[in-house]
């Protein structure tokens, strides 16, 4: 019995006597004896299953369990399980024939001490693009001391010594412990450089080995500048999507279309009213309809008829994208506004005029116009509102003769002529829309000017 029990029987007056020895039992002594001699001649006795591939093998089939045939390994896949250390490694193989600096990438499985090496796949490269240079599995130092057999009556392909043992050095593996940034190991033959690895790794080893990591730079590509193809011109009949598809591929494919653009801009279409910035007197009186549609950036072209011009209207622009002149760039919904200058087929039009559609959907849409954009126009009017504020409030107030604080289109449009601030067309409309409250056709001259 324990101290506490003793104490408390000799408490309540009834001690407890002296502990006897346990009786001898002779199967315990003899598996004691055997243990000891085992321990002591473990050196003339054959591999354990752990030790030995073919004697795994064997008891394997002979229907041995797991934890015989192996150390248990649960407590290190339970902590280590989807922890993978990545190292970054090149392959310097330019010194034989067609060889080149090649990079790698490696993985190393801490829960079964496993590792792969994939081969970082590069454009243009000439090689086949393989998943895998090398299958994850345990990874041998000395390769060829496994490969070899040592003798002919040796029953495993590693070196065994003269007691039957197998030698620990033969058979060792890469463990977490082999690898650092800048150390060149040897796997299965060659020879990689470790310049780098990712954050994970970086902290694993800080954190268990103490060992900081810093990537090392190394270039890949040489300085080769490669012929590149030009892409020839564009000619009818065909889209130009279409004629692309042709050269870039041996067998065309279908131009891919944004059909989630096409579905929320369906119908959405910007009109404005154009002439032809021309010289010629036939054609200054002619006046175009232009259409932008949203959906795929297309435009149309329609002239009205009018009676005795001698100019039969109609359709001018079949619907299709543009470009600009000069570029291989198309026309965009921001290069459409009141004031701009457009160029259709070496015809040079000009906008005039907008409807309250375009306008609303400009305003609300202010990111892809700029000229609508009130945020971005206050930008640019700041500093010189600021410094001409006292001479633009007498000039407003002189075509101001009631004091009410707001003037017509035309005189807004006059002084601020009149201190030379020349403003784009759509611009001038867009703020002549902002400040005009009440849609009367009077401007508030002291809400422009607090934009400053």
Known sequence: ADAFTRAFYAKVGAPLEEPIPVPHDPYTTSREEMKEHIVRNQKYFHPRPAEDDLIRTMEARLGASSTILGGDKLDQFLKYDRRVLRFYMAWDDRKSLYGELRPFVMHYYLADDTMEILEVRRANSGRDPFPLFLKRGKVYKQM?????VDAPTTHTTQLIDRTGQVDPTSMATYTDAD?????????????????????????????????????????????????????????????????LGSFLYLIPKVPKKNFRRMMENDRKILRFLAHLDTDNPEDRGRVFVIKY?????????????????????????????????GTNDFYTQADFFTGAKLEFNR???????????????????????????????????????????????????????????????????????????????????????????????????MDFLDMA
Not at 313 to 321: D, N, P, Q
């Open 293 to 325: 549609f949203l959906a795929d950036d297309t435009v149309a072209v329609f002239e009205p008829p009018t009676k005795n011009s001698g100019i039969i209207g109609g359709k001018f622009l079949e619907r299709c994208r543009v470009k600009r002149p």
């Open 347 to 445: 015809f040079k039009f000009v906008i005039h005029q907008a409807d309250e559609y375009s306008l609303s959907y400009m305003e609300a849409d202010a990111e892809s116009h700029p000229m609508s954009n009130l945020q971005y126009i206050a930008e640019q009017l700041v500093p010189v509102l600021a410094e001409k504020r006292e001479s633009l409030i007498g000039a407003f107030k002189s075509h101001d003769p009631s004091d009410s604080g707001a003037v017509g289109y035309e005189a807004f449009q006059d002084v601020l002529s009149q201190h030379e601030m020349e403003l784009n067309d759509q611009v001038l409309i867009t703020l002549l829309r902002k400040f005009d409250r009440d849609a009367c056709g009077a401007v508030s001259y």
């Open 144 to 148: 060829e001391s496994y490969l070899n």
């Open 179 to 243: 690898f650092a940034v800048g150390k060149q190991v040897n796997i299965n033959g060659c020879e990689f450089l470790i310049y780098g690895c990712d954050e994970f790794t970086r902290d694993y080893y800080d954190k268990v080995y103490g060992e900081h990591f810093e990537d090392i730079p190394v270039e890949f590509d040489e300085s080769v500048e490669r012929p590149q193809m030009v892409i020839p011109p564009h000619v009818s009949p065909g889209s130009e999507e279409d004629s």
